[in-house]
């Protein structure tokens, strides 16, 4: 096991290699830089900036380099936590804002993979065990109507219809007024699951739809399994045949789509993150590229690719575990 | 002669003084400020402000103290400073009737010649942790930023500069200084007042990051503990007095950040030490706090703004969005208010009469008929009630009315909608022939503009509508979109045949569009950028100007060093005469309002008032600090 | 014929199918009943109805498109009361009671008739846990691994903890062996048991099948279409063919007097070993159970077919203390 | 007693009773033709290709057409019955007004102003499929207007412009898979039938792809096409874009189906009988993968058209005078059209109705893929 | 050994399949599917190969044929008196080669391709082979292969899944024959079907050997069904041939524990016998980790001390010497024969 792991992250980390000059390569694509942005902004608040001091200032940044060199630069220093400075945030260091909204991304993706889960696992059996009922084709609708409506546009009429209709007065955010800067307690706790749910319901609703549909279909090959024939000849009731035994075989597409979907979310979440002002990655990408500013949106497109790199691989530690057929070679 | 200018409240705060003097305390404080006072953490307010505070005068009535104001941005790295900017702090500051008025300074001369300024401190400034603000302060910006080497490529000395060289800064004594120009600057007060100049620093907190004051070991100990690995990124980290991010740093400003970014909440608390009053001497400002809440996106900022989550916001209003607004005025409980703009037009076509990439282009930019006709084919009262509701003015692109010189005439140039006189002038100019899509021919090419266009989301519907316009006087176009930082190059590298300006701005610190003297970036223009480079390179590069646009060119040098305002108002008549005429620049409607939306318990926001972000950065002259919530509101 | 040594007694039983394309008549009008510690051995080709005649005693007939449409299926406990398991719910407390511990069940395939996510040992833990009064853990798991080893896994208590796919095939029916009789069953129903498994595990595991038979004194339903297993191992043989019984005799006499021709057809398509004698195969195919000829589904394959086995579907005819369901045995009339 | 014939001569004349030879396709389809759901998506599916095919004639106006004097107009009904009873087809004029304090523009049904509607109607010119040009409409009014589903901003009809906007939504979900499957299909194929180092350089390259986050490289890619593109070539650009990033599943599914397909016994005759490599994937391996390949690729297209949305939303997407249901959407997406001219929002409705008739279609193929299964 | 008659001669025969394990993939080890494996088989005769499932008979089968590529060893065709050896022929050679060998699989429905009619599956080795000169002859060519194998040949525009399993091996076997060939590899050809179809197909076989002159090399697991058409028959365990007989002195006279184990354990399927079969012990042991000496050795009733360190070799034996063993104890034991 030992071994599989370790050599599953020793595969991981040309993987990364590779992955980080891509991305590095890949930011430098669009034209201009950070600085043209930069001065771009300040010109449109009426201050003039003469081209000797674009020149200084890119000199200052670094950003007269050739690419390798700016690519070495950030790389460098990773070990350390260090993934060179934002140029956004004056300069501060990408891994202090990272680290503000790596918890709230991670929690908002955990969150909704759970809630995904949760839900559609229930449902996916419900709908296998009741094949061709009312119920299930009801859920197959649902399912499918789910697929697709665009997440951003719930995400919006949510919001609307909590407002006017509701009058809900903030829907957004991840915390109510008062407890934005408060320190931890169970009422922030409470505060932050009442705000939760909104993206969660809204980045999850697709992914619900995909878990009930997955779950359905594997669960039915499973229960014509002989096995579960065994587990019926046995005696045992239908309820523990169909939890115990077929439920835990059908659960590793489950599993694997779980592990593949982690990092989607957290970029799939850019959109809602915007529409809903959540303190995710998402929108700290989206102006991070848009203002290339090549360290941070860098280290957060690195950031997401470990995180599948890693959801995948815990997917199959965690597949390993659940199936023992699973050779670790 | 000097010239004195004087605060016209120092008599009456004197009066006010010497009236009160037999009282406990000549001025009064924000009552969350006594228990501190009483603890002793706080000096009592009298010692706290300077001798002579500069006094507001209130727009409606004495406000009440206390409260938290919430508005709303939408962009969480730039947006926070604007807590800064909005209530621009500087040496001099703009009235409401666009005036200098002396502001730290208690007073300011001016030498006859337009060369040396010198200002005389308040005596008793503090800054947010109490240290005296004194000249030490201005020379230490001066010497030690401006001056060094390392530091000035961040903090911009362009605006300093005169005839390409820095002014000399003497501090004659601890509150006053002196700024001696090596010509004559006859704007050198507007350009202090615009917003985000700032001559000064906090030179007791910031000396222990600078290289040359602070303790070389501890400096690097400082250094290692931090993101940069060289000093100047650290003082510059800490000295970001323009973008508010470092809560330690003293500030002179009405609030204090104390919110460390990154954050989607900022927080400004009041400043125990600001140094004004209003007419009765209560200490300002009034709201004991102000929120930015930060929002990712401009709809989700509406969404607040009309269920009346903001106290009071201004910035990503949308004219379009004005219905809405309105709609919801009650239900939300607050109020959206028509501040006046002065973007001369949005948009603005610019046709590039130095293009040398296409002579038949060029040629056709520069027949003066041929842009006439564009300007008078555009139905602008159309396009107002189109795109912006008809809230805008249909007008040339030129001065702003609020300007002391300005001539109705020019805004009237050519801006009527006379499809039929555009004809005639096309037939005129020779584009007789047309093809059959009836586009005229100009040498046999029927006549085809591509205007390239900046980021604008709601560009399109105005360019296909202008598109249409053009299309029935026979003129066809395209446009095409260009990302903002490509416009700017592609326009510095002469490669636009026609361009887009947003806004079309002007001041008199900010001639560029009008006139060709400038060709980078951010100074660039538009219509002419050879003739600018030109100039700008005293005759190297670029291409030499025909006689007209020397004219503009000579009038702007000779404003340039023109000491009397009135003279200097009569000279720039002169260039939107010449522009009037020409129309290098197509205008369609300008003068948009600014909306200000403010809940109706929050006063002394002006019911209307100049919004420019270049006379003291839309709030500026308005006295932000002075804005109160009622006290029957605070406790909402 | 329901003596008291009866353990279950099966009476025209009929399990169909809802197909898209109608009704599949899987198992149509099924009679026989085996004694206490005897073997009866069901033998038929592929589609036959076998293994859907021993689903349907077990009462697991995959839902919801199998059904058991009439008849009735009696088992008799120990002490003598009987229960009709065609009259309760698959799932009923009555039929669980029953499954796994009154009858038993193991299948062909025995590389998917384990869970591979549980060990061995908590698989037929499982089992005990449910129809035994074994509580304590340790007790269990001695138990299982005494089925185990009496079902001839060596080292039992290293491989009780092992799960399926460490286990050979062999092993594994094995395995499925020691899990079906842990509760002591009283009939096994063995469907197809060997089938999949190399003459030489075959061996060892029909032999095992009867020591533990003689052993429990148990009686067993094996199902398979070899008949050369069959001839070692029942006492009575049932010949199935498209879900009816066309032959039902003491295994001696259907191999030394077949009566069916589908009996006989069948057993002349074995190759004997030492004669090179052609084989006389039965011609044609099994026909699709959903468009069965009108007379006798043996009809268009039979080398002894009549103009009644056209038209007419021969009732059971008993002769000589066999049942044969064919024309040819009119004469001797006794229709049953 | 019978006489004994050939019996098998007799079997076969039986199975030649049954007069339809169905190959695996027709059985495909028949099996697809009993999952009601598919069916009913195939035929939305159908309706809105016919729809955007026929877009220039269904539509009343053209994209062109602009009624500065109706802006935001509300949707109208046709209506068959007047104050004296049954009518020919008609719909009512608007009263428009606009409120002086609030700026709201207020259009009422006018009674008095019936536009009688003009079928076969010569209206605006347009370029039917690009091969001529014709006036010709399905319907249209000869005076008046007739905006079924209301007025946009800019006082487009909104008819108009949500059909011949899905002519690129839909066209794009069509060619962005049409290029993922092409890519997806090589690449698969040499991977999974050449194997050894190949394919661990393609499987390498396809893991690289998953595990590149998708948004981000959306905004780059999308961010990166040069500017002074004409609208086609964006068009293009972001077709290739998307497809670019699709490839990897198909290629997975492709070389494992290969793979699987590689072990099978036929395989095994045709190389007996001397059959060449290329023989082999052309007439055994690709056609065998071919229907799991079409109904993945029918799967991926709803993810196509939300695809196209985000980018729109993110206002990356297709660019003005084009529009698409994503640039529609987009424009939509504010708070001023939910609360003052919610009709904006059809076109989500046409998203979501295609996707669910693409996700219906593709689960129906998807079963009937394998038409031996039960 | 006369040689004129062989048609084919296998020699020192390996196929091993890597094992690859830990940090890199490295190649610890191999299966040893055909280790080491040396027959011929004579012109018009059918040579079978028993052995347990996992005993590498597929593997041999397959690699003889050139579907799977050869460790080591020879396998020299004799293509009309010229001996060519396959294993040493590629490309266009060995496609041309082909035609002389051919095969029929044991899945009736994973051996052929369900997209294509009847028709277009018997006519593909035409095809490829570039046989007859249009679409119109090849059909002709089909049609009368179909009537060969008992199919009726209107039925060639149908495809496979209408056909029952039985009819589907006659289409396999149509498609083998169409090159003409003069072996046939039968993989277990039979053992997918129900007993009634497989004497069909059985019948089938011997009745075209017979009228074409066919070799069969012949895997199968069923004893029964191997001595029923076998001349020679093989016995192969754990990839290695234990023991080669003429099928009456295999049956009558076992030379190899391990053969009588096997014809111990077959069922007869004698109800007035109550002697239970006797059994083999064990299973086969996982070939990855095959044991030392004989093979066999782990199940054998008689094993010796050699048995366990030294590998026995095939040895000429019988009375002609034509039979083979690998045995130590060959001439000590007196193996029973099977018992009817």
């Known amino acids: 096991m030992i071994n599989y792991i370790s050599r599953r992250v020793a595969v991981m980390i040309p993987v990364l290699i590779l992955i980080s000059m891509f991305i590095f390569f890949i930011i430098q694509l669009p034209p201009g830089n950070y600085l043209d942005s930069y001065v771009a902004l300040v010109s449109s608040q009426g201050e003039t900036i003469s081209a000797e001091r674009v020149q200084k200032l890119e000199e200052r940044y670094g950003l007269n380099q050739p690419v390798y060199v700016k690519y070495w630069k950030w790389v460098k220093g990773f070990v350390f936590l260090d993934f060179g400075n934002s140029f956004q945030y004056d300069s501060a260091s990408v891994w202090s804002i990272v680290k503000q909204y790596l918890g709230y991304s991670i929690l908002i993706a955990g969150s909704t993979q759970i809630f995904m889960i949760v839900v559609g696992i229930p449902i996916g059996i419900y709908s296998a065990t009741h094949q061709y009922s009312f119920g299930d084709y009801f859920w197959t609708f649902i399912g499918f109507i789910g697929l697709s409506i665009p997440n951003f546009m719930l995400a919006l009429i949510l919001m609307y219809v909590g407002y006017f209709v509701f009058g809900i007065p903030s829907l957004g955010g991840l915390f109510s007024e008062q407890y934005v800067t408060a320190p931890w307690s169970i009422a922030k706790f409470i505060d932050l699951l009442a705000h939760l749910w909104i993206p969660v319901v809204v980045l999850g609703t697709a992914g619900t739809a995909g878990v009930i549909r997955t779950m359905r279909a594997n669960l039915l090959d499973v229960l014509n399994m002989q096995y579960i024939s065994t587990a019926r000849a046995k005696g045992l009731k239908e309820s523990v045949v169909i939890y115990k035994h077929a439920v835990r075989n059908a659960l590793h597409v489950i599993i694997m789509w779980a592990g593949m979907r982690l990092p989607k979310l957290i970029s799939g979440s850019t959109v809602v993150s915007i529409v809903l002002s959540l303190p995710t990655l998402g929108p700290i990408i989206y102006s991070a590229l848009r203002s290339q500013d090549m360290y941070l949106a860098g280290t957060v497109l690195l950031f997401q690719c470990i995180l599948l790199l890693v959801g995948n691989l815990v997917a199959d530690i965690i597949l390993a575990v659940v199936d023992p057929r699973i050779q670790y070679n | 002669m000097k010239l004195v200018k004087e605060n016209s409240y120092i008599l009456l705060t004197v009066l006010i003084l010497f009236l009160t003097s037999g009282l406990a305390s000549a001025y009064n404080q924000a009552p969350v400020l006594d228990q501190e006072v009483e603890n002793g953490n706080l000096p009592a307010v009298d010692e706290r402000l300077p001798e002579n505070p500069y006094v507001t005068e209130v727009v409606d009535r004495i406000g009440d103290y206390g409260g938290t104001l919430n508005w709303f941005a939408t962009n969480a790295t730039d947006d926070p400073k604007l807590m800064a900017l909005y209530n621009n702090i500087n040496l001099v500051r703009y009235t409401p009737s666009l005036t200098i008025k002396p502001d730290l300074a208690e007073s300011y001369e001016v030498s006859d010649d337009l060369t040396t300024y010198t200002f005389n401190l308040r005596k008793g400034i503090r800054w947010s942790d109490g240290e005296l603000f004194t000249a030490n302060d201005v020379m230490f910006w001066f010497n030690d930023i401006i001056k060094n080497d390392q530091l000035t490529a961040e903090s911009g000395s362009g605006w300093l500069k005169i005839q390409d060289k820095l002014p000399e800064v003497e501090k004659l004594d601890d509150y006053t200084v002196r700024f001696s120009f090596a010509a004559p600057n006859p704007y050198f007060l507007e350009k202090l007042a615009f917003p985000g100049r700032k001559p000064y620093a906090a030179a007791h907190y910031l000396k222990q990051f600078h290289a040359d004051y602070a303790d070389q070991a501890e400096l690097e100990k400082r250094i290692a503990d931090s993101d940069f690995d060289k000093w100047v990124g650290l003082f510059e980290s800490k000295n970001s007095k323009k973008f508010f991010r470092n809560p330690e740093l003293p500030v002179i400003e009405p609030w204090v950040p104390v919110t460390e970014p990154p954050a989607n909440r900022f927080v400004y608390k009041r400043n125990p030490y600001f140094y004004k009053v209003d007419e009765e001497g209560n200490q300002l400002p009034y709201l004991d706090e102000v929120v930015l809440k930060i929002v990712s996106d401009k709809e989700v900022l509406s969404m607040q703004v009309v269920s009346g989550a903001a106290d009071l916001q201004m910035r990503q209003l949308m004219t379009s969005n004005f219905t809405l607004y309105k709609n919801n005025e009650k239900s939300g409980n607050y109020k959206v208010l028509k501040w006046q703009r002065n973007t001369p037009s949005l948009p603005t076509f610019a046709p590039n009469i130095t293009y040398a990439e296409d002579e038949w282009m060029r040629e056709l930019n520069n027949n003066k008929k041929f842009r006439q006709a564009l300007s008078l084919a555009i139905n602008r009262p159309e396009l107002n009630q189109v795109a912006t509701k008809g809230l805008a003015v249909p007008r040339q692109a030129t001065v702003y009315p609020q300007w002391e010189g300005f001539k109705q005439e020019w805004a009237d140039a050519y801006a009527d909608y006379d499809p039929e006189k555009a004809n005639k002038l096309l037939d005129e100019a020779g584009f007789t022939e047309r093809n059959s899509d009836g586009i005229r021919l100009k040498d046999g090419k029927p006549i085809h503009l591509t205007i390239y266009i900046g980021e604008d989301p709601n560009l399109p519907r105005t360019m296909n509508m202008i598109k249409d316009y053009w299309k029935d006087i026979g003129v066809d176009m395209d446009f095409k979109g260009l990302e903002k930082t490509l416009h700017y190059t592609r326009r510095d590298a002469n490669k636009l045949p026609w361009a887009y300006i947003g806004g079309a701005s002007w001041s008199p610190t900010y001639p560029y569009n009008f006139i060709p003297v400038s060709n980078s970036y951010s100074s660039g223009n538009w219509w002419a950028p050879l003739y600018a480079k030109w100039y700008e390179t005293n005759g190297k590069q670029g291409e030499e100007p025909p006689a007209e646009i020397k004219k503009l060119m000579n009038l702007y040098d000779e404003i340039q060093i023109t000491k009397d305002q009135d003279e200097r108002v009569e000279l720039w008549q002169k260039v939107f005469d010449i522009h009037a005429e020409n129309v290098w620049m197509i205008g369609t409607n300008g003068l948009h309002p600014q909306f200000v939306i403010k809940k109706n318990y929050v006063h002394n926001v002006p019911e209307t008032a100049l919004a420019s972000w270049d006379y003291g950065a839309y709030f500026g002259p308005s006295e932000f600090y002075q804005f109160f919530i009622e006290k029957d509101a605070q406790d909402k | ?336 | 007693m019978k006489t004994e014939t050939n019996q098998s001569e007799k079997n076969i004349n039986e199975i030649d009773e049954s007069p339809e030879i169905l190959s695996r396709n027709q059985l495909m389809w028949r099996k697809f033709k009993r999952n009601k759901l598919g069916v009913a998506g195939g035929i939305v599916v159908l309706l809105f290709y016919l729809m955007v095919i026929f877009g220039g004639f269904l539509s009343p106006y053209t994209l062109d057409h602009k009624d500065y004097s109706n802006i935001t107009a509300p949707p109208r009904r046709i209506r068959i019955i007047d104050q004296d009873g049954l009518s020919a087809p008609f719909v009512y004029g608007y009263k428009a007004s606009m409120d002086p304090e609030t700026l709201q523009r207020n259009y009422e049904i006018d009674k008095n102003s019936k536009y009688y509607i003009d079928f076969l109607h010569r209206g605006d010119e347009y370029n039917f499929l690009g091969l001529f040009k014709t006036d010709l409409h399905l319907f249209g009014v000869n005076e008046g207007q007739m905006y079924l589903l209301g007025t946009d901003e800019t006082g487009s009809d909104l008819l108009t412009k949500i059909i011949l906007g899905g002519r690129i939504s839909l066209s794009i979900s069509l060619l962005g898979p049409l290029i993922s499957l092409i890519i997806g299909a090589i690449l698969g194929t040499v991977s999974g039938y050449v194997g050894g180092v190949v394919d661990g350089v393609i499987q390498r390259i396809i893991e690289f792809f998953k595990s590149f986050p998708r948004i981000p490289l959306w905004l780059t890619l999308a961010a990166a096409l040069p500017a002074n593109w004409s609208s086609l070539r964006v068009y293009i650009g972001i077709v290739v874009i998307l497809a670019f990033l699709g490839w990897t599943g198909l290629a997975r599914m492709v070389r494992g189906k290969i793979m699987s397909l590689r072990e099978e016994d036929f395989v095994s005759a045709a190389i007996a009988s001397g059959s060449t490599g290329w023989w082999i994937v052309r007439k055994h391996l690709i056609p065998n993968a071919m229907s799991q390949l079409i109904v993945s690729a029918t799967l991926s297209i709803p993810s196509m058209i939300l695809a196209e949305a985000s980018l729109s939303f993110l206002g990356l997407g297709i660019r003005a005078p084009m529009t698409s249901w994503g640039v529609l959407l987009q424009e939509a997406q504010n708070v001023r059209t939910i609360a003052l001219h919610p009709w904006l929002f059809t076109p989500a409705l046409f998203i979501i109705v295609a996707i669910l008739g693409f996700n219906f279609l593709g689960d129906g193929l998807r079963d009937a893929a394998d038409p031996f299964s039960n | 050994m006369s040689k004129e008659e062989t048609i084919l001669e296998v020699n020192n025969l390996k196929k091993y399949f890597p094992i690859r394990k830990g940090f890199f993939k490295r190649v610890v080890g191999h299966v040893k599917a055909v280790d080491d494996v040396s027959f011929f088989i004579n012109k018009g005769e059918t040579l079978g190969l028993v052995g347990e499932s996992g005993c590498g008979k597929s593997t041999l089968g397959r690699t003889v044929l050139q579907l799977l590529e050869p460790t080591a060893g020879d396998v020299i065709y004799n293509d009309q008196g010229v001996k060519k050896d396959l294993a040493e022929t590629k490309g266009q050679e060995l496609r041309k080669l082909r035609r002389n060998i051919q095969m029929i699989f044991q899945d009736p429905f994973s051996s052929l391709d369900s997209r294509l009619s009847v028709r277009d599956i018997v006519a593909e080795p035409l095809t490829v082979q570039g046989i007859g000169k249009d679409r119109e002859e090849r059909t002709e060519m089909v049609k009368e292969l179909l009537e060969q194998v008992g199919l009726n040949s209107y039925q060639m525009n149908r495809y496979p899944h209408e056909f029952s399993g039985g009819q589907r091996q006659r289409i396999g076997i149509a498609r083998a024959l169409a090159l003409n060939p003069e072996l046939i590899i039968c993989d277990e050809p039979v053992s997918a079907l129900d007993v009634s179809v497989q004497a069909q197909v059985l019948n089938l076989l011997s009745d075209l050997q017979k009228d074409l002159g066919l070799t069969y090399l012949f895997i199968a697991h069923d004893l029964g069904v191997v001595e029923y058409i076998s001349d020679r028959i093989m016995v192969m365990y754990l990839g290695k041939i234990v023991e080669v007989a003429d099928s009456d002195t295999l049956y009558q006279n076992p030379q190899h524990p391990y053969t009588e184990a096997l014809l111990k354990s077959i069922a007869i399927g004698d109800p007035f016998s109550n002697e239970p079969r006797e059994a083999l012990e064990g299973t086969v042991p996982d070939p990855a980790n095959p044991p030392s000496g004989c093979k066999f050795h782990t199940r054998c009733p008689y094993c010796s001390d050699i048995c366990k360190t030294k590998e026995p070799e095939l040895i000429p034996t019988g009375e002609d010497y034509n039979n083979y063993v690998a045995c130590h104890s060959r001439d000590s034991l007196n193996l029973e024969s099977f018992k009817k």
């Not at chain 3, 499954?99 to 040992?121: C, D, H, K, W």
């Not at chain 3, 007790?139 to 039992?156: D, H, Q, W």
Request: hydrophobic share 35%.
């Open chain 3, 1 to 336: 014929m329901s003596s008291s040594n009866c353990v279950i007694d099966v009476k025209n039983l009929q399990t169909f199918f809802n197909t898209e394309n109608g009704v599949v008549k899987a198992v149509n009008g099924v009679s026989f009943s085996i004694e206490k510690g005897k073997t009866l051995g069901i033998v038929g080709e592929s589609g036959c109805g076998k293994s859907m005649t021993s689903m349907s005693l077990m009462n697991l007939v995959p839902r919801p498109k199998g059904f058991i449409a009439g008849g009735e299926i009696n088992y008799f406990y120990e002490d003598g009361s009987k229960i009709d398991i065609t009259e309760y719910d698959h799932d009923s407390e009555k039929m669980r009671k029953i499954r796994g511990n009154e009858m038993a069940m193991i299948f062909q395939e025995p590389m998917t008739s384990l869970n591979p996510v549980y060990t061995v040992g908590d698989q037929i833990i499982e089992a005990i846990k449910l129809h035994q009064n074994y509580k304590n853990k340790d007790e269990l798991r001695e138990r299982a691994v005494k089925m185990l080893k009496k079902v001839g896994i060596s080292a039992p208590e290293n491989r009780v903890d092992e799960y399926p796919h460490e286990f050979s095939g062999g092993m594994r029916q094995r395995a499925m062996i020691a899990m079906a009789l842990s509760c002591n069953p009283r009939l096994l129903i063995a469907d197809e048991p060997t089938t999949a498994l190399d003459v030489t595990v075959e061996a060892q595991i029909i032999n095992l099948m009867g020591e533990l038979q003689k052993d429990m004194d148990m009686s067993i339903m094996f199902i398979t279409h070899d008949l050369g297993v069959i001839g070692d191992i029942a006492d009575e043989v049932m010949v199935m063919y498209t879900g009816k019984v066309v032959e039902k005799s003491d295994t001696k006499s259907l191999f030394s007097n077949p009566k069916h021709p589908y009996t006989r057809g069948l057993l002349n398509s074995r190759p004997v070993i030492g004669s090179k004698k052609r084989l006389e195969p039965i011609e044609g195919s099994v026909p699709d159970l959903l468009h069965l000829p009108e007379g006798c589904d043996f009809y268009d394959r039979c080398p002894k077919a009549m103009e009644i086995c056209k038209n007419e579907d021969p009732p059971v005819f008993e002769v000589e203390d066999c049942k044969v369901k064919c024309w040819l045995y009119r004469e001797e009339e006794k229709a049953s």
